[in-house]
C-alpha cells in the first residue's frame, strides 16, 4: 500500500464536500474517482495536493503521516496534480514552465544557463513526442491543448509518486488523450499510483484499476473496474436506476423550411474559411471537429464575438453587424469557458440570471432588488439549481450547477436561437439529462440550436444535423440518422 | 475566525468605526467634537467630498480608478470662478459640462481604446494641470461676490440629498447600476452577456466628470477662490473616504452605494477632530494612509495559493 487517507473532511459553511471519507490506494494502482457533480472529487484531490487545508482527517504517504503545507511542498514530498483550469504561466517560456521551481538545476553560480535550459527540455519533449512544441516560446502561444500537454510533460518530469489528473481530458482530443494515458501507464509502471478524476466512464472503465465512487461527500464504494459496466457505475454515482433514456430518441422527423440564422462566406484569417450554412426554425445543428479545427471560433464569430470576421450573418432576412443586433433578435451564446465569459463568480445568483433581462425586468428603468430575487428563483427553479438562495455567489456552486445559471440567464430572455459552445463539457450524467431534456423541449417549441461539441456522442444522439469543421473549414455534413457511429465522424475530422 | 472577522468589517464597519471615531474623538477633545456648531461644521466639510465620492462610486465599482477627480475640480472651479462674473446660471452650466467633458475623455480612452485606467486618469490630471498653469499659475481668479449668497447650509444639504438620492437610484434600482456592478465583477462576461461595456464605462466617467464639477461648483463658493492647489487633495480622500466607507478595493458585485456617504462622514470627522485635537496637516496625510492600507489589509480576500505553482481559483465544491 502507498498511501492511506483517513476520516477526511473538508466543510464550506453549512456544506459538507468531503464528509469523513477513507481510502487507500496501493502501489502501481491506476484509481479513478467519479462521482456527480459536487459530489467532492475535486475537493478530495485539492486536499491530498495541499491546495486546501483538511478540516479533518490524517494522510499517510509511504507509511508516514503526510501533511502538506502548500502545494510546494506535497510537490516535493512526490504529490503533484493536473489541475482541471490550465496552469501554465503566460509570460514565461515553455522550458521556464516546464522547469517551474527547479531552477537550481540550471542555475550555474547563481545565473540561470538558458543554453542549458533550452536543451534540457528539448529532449524532454522529444521524449513525450511533441516535436511541435518549442522550448523558448512563450507558453501562451500555445493552444489550450498543447498547454496541457505541456503542463503533462511537467508533471511526469518530476517522477511524483502519486500523480492526480482532475478532470484533464475534457480539454484535449484524441493524441492528447492518448499522450495523458501513456504518462498514466509510465507512472504505474514506476510503482508509483494515479488519481483520475473523470467524467467519461468509458474511458475509466478502459484506462483505470478500480474505481471510488462519492457521492455528495460520501463514499460509496470502490470497485475493480474488471467486469464492471458503464450502467453500473452510473447507477452508484445517482443512487438510483437511471431510465435508458438519455438523447433524444426521434428520427426522421422533418425540420421547418423557414431559415431563421443564415451564415454567408464567413472567413476569419488563421481561424477558419469560407464557413456558409442554413439554421431553421427548430433545428439542432451540431458543430463537429477536433479542439482546434475552427468551430469554438465560428460560433464564436457567429454571436459577433470574435475579431477581424469577414462575411455576413443574416437573422430573419436581416444583417447583423453587432453583438446588440444580435440580441435584439434573441441570439444567446453560452460560452465554453464557463467561469471567465458565461459566469459572473462573484456575484449573486440574482444578478447572473438577471443580467440580460432588464428589458423585461425594468420596463419604466426601475427595477427592485425583490422584483428581481423573485424573477431569478423563479428562473433558477425550472431548472432545478441547487442552491441556498438566489443571493448565493455563483462561484460557490458545483460545475453542473454553474451550467444551469448560464442556461437560465439566455431562457429567461426568451432567447429564439441558441449557440452553445461545448453545453455539457465537464458535467455529471444528472445535470447532462437535464441538459438533453431541454434541448429537446426548446426544439420541439420552435427555438433553434447551434451546438458545438467534442463529444461526438452528444452530437450524434442530439443534432438534426451536423457539419464536420476540418481544418478551419467545414468538410462533410451529416443527417441526423439512425445508423450513425463515430466513426463516420472521425473519418471527416481528420 | 479570520473568516467572520472580515464579514464583519465588511456589513457593518463603516458604521462601527463611525460611532466609535465620533466617541473616541469627543472623549479625547473634551466633547468638543459633537457640540452642535461643529457637527454643522463637519458636515458641511463633508459635502464636497461626498460629491467627489458619489461620482467615484460609478467607476471604481468597475474596478477601474479616476485619480483626474482634484484635477477635474480644479478646472471646473476656474470655470465657476471666471464664467460666474458674467452670468452666473451660465457659469454653472459650463462647469457642468466641463466636467463631463472631462469624463468623456476619460471614458473613451478607457472604454473605446482598452488603456489602463490608472494610466489615463493620470495622464488627464497631468494634462488639465499643465492647463491650468497660463491660467491661474501667477494668480488666484477670485469668485464673484454674488455667489456667496449660495454658501448657506440649507441650500447645500438640498442639493446633496437631490443628487446623490438621484445617484443611489441609478446604482441602486437601475439596469445601469446592476451592469456597473456586472462589469466589476466580471468584465469578459459582461460583454458576453450581451452587456455594451464600452458604452457603460463612458456613462459612469461622465457622472464622475458631473460630480466633481458639482463638488468644484461648492469648493469655489466655500474657498472663494479658484488656484492651482483646489481640488489637489480631492483625488486620495474620495478614494480614502469609500474605502472608510466599506468599499471593496477591487469593485464589483459586492460594492455598496452607501459606501459613499458613510465613509464621507467618516473622513470628515476623522479630519475635524484631528484639527481640533491641532496635530499637525502634514501628519494627518501620514496617518490616513496608515488607515487606508490598514482598512485595505484587513478586508483584502485572503488566498492560499500552493506555492510555486499558481492556481488562481479555488473552487469550493465538486
Redesign the interface.
Known sequence: MLARFEHMKKY?GA?R?VDDISVEIGAGEIRAIVGE???????LL?MI?????PDGGEMFLDGQAYRPS??????RLGVSMI?Q?I?T?PGLTVAENIM??REREYTVFGIRNLRQLNRMVKEKLERAGLMEIQPDRDAAAYSLEQRKLIELVRAADVEPKILMVDETTTALSQTGREELYKLMRNTKARGSSVLFISHDLKEVLSVCDSVTVMRDGVLIDTVPTEGMTEEGLKNMMVGRELSGHYYREDYGTPISDEVVLEVKDLNCPGRFQNVNFQLHRGEILGFGGLSEAGMHEAARAVYG?EYDVSGDVVINGEKMHS??DR?AKKVG?I?KNR??????????IR?NI???C?DK??PK?????RRMTRFAKEQAGLLQVKMRDTGQ?A?????GNKQKVALS?WLACDTEIFIMDSPTRGIDVGVKAVIYGLMEELKNSGKSMIIVSEELLELIGMADRILIFKNGEISGEIERNKDLTEEHLVQRMI | MQNRFRKIVESSGPYLGLIFLTIALTILTGGEVIAPGNIKLVLEQSIILIFASTGLIFVMTMGMLDLSVGANICICCYMVAKVCQVNIPLGILTALLTGILVGFLNGVLTGRYKIMSFLVTLCTRYIINGLMVPLIAKEAVTVPFALYSYDNFGFKITVLILLVGAAG?LY????FG??V??IG??E?????????VRQVKIGCYMICGAFGAVAAFFTAIRTGTAALNTGSDMMFNALIALVMGGFPARG???ARFSSCVVGGLVLSILTNGLTLLEMDATLQQFLKGGIFLLIIVLVSEKK???????????????
Request: aromatic fraction near 6%; charge should be positive; proline fraction near 2%.
Open positions: 464550506f456544506t464536500a457533480n459536487g459530489s467532492g472529487k475535486s475537493t485539492s495536493a495541499g491546495i486546501l487545508e502548500s502545494q510546494a511542498e506535497a510537490n489541475v483550469e496552469s504561466l517551474l521551481g464575438m453583438v446588440k440580441l451564446y460560452s467561469d471567465m465569459e458565461s459566469l459572473f463568480n462573484q456575484a449573486s444578478d438577471c443580467i440580460t432588464f425586468l425594468a428603468g426601475v427595477v427592485t432588488r455567489p462561484g460557490t456552486l458545483s460545475g440567464k | 437610484c441602486m434600482f437601475t439596469p446592476n451592469r456592478r456586472m465583477s466580471n469578459l462576461g459582461a460583454s458576453y452577456s450581451g452587456v455594451n464589483g458585485a459586492k492560499r495559493s500552493g506555492g510555486g505553482r499558481l492556481r488562481l481559483r479555488l473552487r469550493t465544491e465538486s
